[in-house]
Structure formats: C-alpha cells, structure tokens
C-alpha cells in the first residue's frame, strides 16, 4: 500500500493498493522504490520488477511495466525530467519515457 497524507492536517487522504495484486500475486511484493515526477504522477517500484505509474489528481494507476520474467527488484527510480525517469534493476540502468511508453536507452554493468 502507499498512503498519500495531508501533512497539514495530519489526515490519510487515500490508500493506494499498490504491488500487491500483480501477475505473480502468489509471490508477495512490496514497494521496494518510490519516487514523484511530476505534481500529478507518482512511480513506485517493487521487490518483483514491476513499475507503476500513478495519476495523484485521482490516485488512479495510469500505466504498469514488467521489467523482466526473473522478477528482479526495482532498486531505484530518479525523475530526470517531466517525461523520462531512469530505474536500475540489477546491473543495468534503463531510462524511460512516460509519454512514448516505452524504454529509449539501457545502460548495462554499469
């Protein structure tokens, strides 16, 4: 679950059922990564290798990625601009842009 708290007033605004329900749903996930690109999307990573990607103006999932068929974990995400984000899985680096949906560029054995 990823909780979306209004720190002002100390309130849960929502729950978000995140990395529990995937595919693999008899392997429990978590979030292993979790980052903001922009005001409005939120991208969360899990133990599994699946990506996330959520719209925070509904805290509706808008996209969802399988990194790879060895469930390798999403280590990290960075934001690097309002459309590309880079996650490393294993020894590899591979960058991502949201609006073209697809991985522009791998770095390997980084």
Do not use: R
């Amino acid at each position: 679950m990823i909780y979306i708290w209004d720190i002002i007033n100390g309130t849960c605004l929502v729950k978000m059922t995140t990395h529990d329900e995937t595919p693999d749903d008899f392997i429990y996930s978590s979030v292993y990564s979790l980052t903001k690109m922009t005001n409005n999307i939120l991208i969360s990573g899990s133990n599994l290798g699946y990506i996330k990607i959520w719209d925070l103006s509904n805290y509706q999932q808008i996209n969802f990625i399988k990194e790879k068929e060895n469930l390798s974990p999403i280590n990290q995400i960075i934001t690097i601009s309002k459309n590309k984000f880079a996650y490393i899985v294993e020894k590899k680096i591979n960058i991502y842009e949201y609006q073209s949906n697809k991985t522009i560029k791998a770095i390997k054995d980084y």
